[in-house]
Structure formats: C-alpha cells, structure tokens
C-alpha cells in the first residue's frame, strides 16, 4: 500500500527566506504528484500537478520537483511571505490508476508559518 | 471555493442519528468526491460519483452511503452515526477523474 509522507510536521521561517518542503513516497510506481495548500478552516486549493515523466513544475514562486528512482517530491517556495502561511500537502495517484483522483493518497502535511 | 458549498458547515449530532451532508456545486463537473480529515489520518476518500446514480465506494465507505440525483448535487448519509465518524468532512470536483480538484470548504461533524 502507498505511503505518503511529510517530514517536518511543521516549520516556522522568517518572511523573506526560500524554504523546501519534503514529500517521500514508498513505491515510485506513480502517474503523478500533486501539491495542494490549505488555509485553516478551509477545503484544498491545487497548487502543481506533475505528471510522471517531468521533473519539475513552476508557477510564480512555487516549484516543485520530482525524483520517482528515489520516492520523493520537493516543493520550493521563493521569498515566502506571510500570506504562504498554510498546511501544505502532496498527494500521488498509482501508475494504473489512469491519474484517477479516486486513488490519491495523500500525505498528513506540512504546517508552514511564515513570520512578518 | 470554485461554486462548490456544503452544508450544513457545523453540526452537532448524538450516537445512532442520522445525517446527511450536501454538497452543491454550480460547475456542472461530472466528478464529485466525499473526503473526510482526521487528524493522523490525513485525507480518505469515503465515496465518489462519475455521474448522476454513479457512484462508488472509496477507502473508508463503511458506515456511509451517497446519493446523486442530479449532476449538481452529491448527499453523504451517515445512516446512524457514530462517535468515530466525528471529523471534518470535504465535497471535491472535477471535471475528469484525472484533472484537478476543487474542494469545498468543509462540514465539522461532531457525534457525540
């Protein structure tokens, strides 16, 4: 069974600092690897979506990253600012899922508090 | 949040009630999604409807049934709830079962 993990459960940064966040995955067979952020109180909002055979995805000052060999994701947040403040999750759908969103697994998050 | 809304957002039920939970939603997406979060358990899929009277079950169904009527509307049912199923319960869309989902701002339960 998929196992999806988050590692750290939560980090505090500095506004202004470039900061990683981690997502490992227990088996590499995936379709794709998404990114979402949720606001407290609030559902998800899809961040990045990257499909198995890229490497990488950008929008604004995200980036994420895929290594399948070695089961992990890497999302980069440039410059963060207070407003990144939010639970961040990654979640990966099986290679013969099709990409069905009814086989995401989903990682527990990263609590990521951005200080002015 | 995309047109979706689920209500009630709060609700306060006692041990072998039951409840429904509605999601709407105005995109007029075929998919829909029931989720719930749990501490320690991050999100599970409970059910999901590729279309109207199109449903199946996800990872953690038991306890659960859904219904759709209609495209815009996805009803989760806790036929007699139960303290486990206290969570915080998500509606989702999408237009394909591979494109990107949108989430609906969530439904606290408590079961007490």
């Known amino acids: 069974k998929q196992e999806v993990t988050q590692i750290p459960a939560a980090l505090s940064v500095p506004e202004g600092e470039n900061l990683v966040l981690n997502c490992s995955f227990t088996?590499?067979?995936?379709?794709?690897l998404q990114w979402f952020r949720q606001d407290p109180g609030k559902g998800l909002t899809s961040l990045l979506l990257?499909?198995?055979?890229?490497r990488e995805q950008t929008s604004g000052r995200l980036n994420a990253s895929l290594d399948k060999s070695s089961g992990r994701s890497t999302l980069y947040i440039a410059a963060s600012q207070p407003g990144d403040s939010a639970t961040y999750l990654c979640?990966?759908?099986?290679?013969?899922?099709?990409?069905?969103?009814?086989?995401?697994?989903f990682g527990k998050g990263t609590l990521l508090t951005v200080n002015p | 949040d995309a047109g979706i809304t689920q209500s009630p957002r709060h609700k306060v039920t006692e041990t072998g009630t039951p409840v429904t939970l509605r999601c709407h939603q105005t995109?007029?997406?075929?998919?829909m999604y029931w989720y719930r979060q749990d501490p320690g358990h991050g999100l599970r899929l409970i059910h999901y409807?590729?279309?109207?009277?199109?449903?199946d079950k996800g990872e953690v169904s038991d306890g659960y049934s859904v219904s759709r009527s209609k495209t815009e509307d996805f009803l989760l049912t806790l036929e007699s709830a139960t303290s486990s199923q206290t969570s915080v319960y998500f509606c989702?869309?999408?237009?394909?079962?591979?494109?990107?989902?949108?989430f609906g701002s969530g439904t606290q339960l408590s079961v007490l």
């Open positions: 989702a869309i999408s237009v394909g079962a591979g494109e990107k989902l949108f």
């Open positions: 088996d590499s067979a995936i379709y794709n």
């Open positions: 990257i499909q198995s055979s890229q």
């Open positions: 979640a990966v759908t099986p290679v013969n899922s099709g990409g069905s969103n009814y086989k995401l697994t």
């Open positions: 995109e007029n997406h075929r998919y």
């Open positions: 409807s590729y279309g109207v009277k199109d449903t």
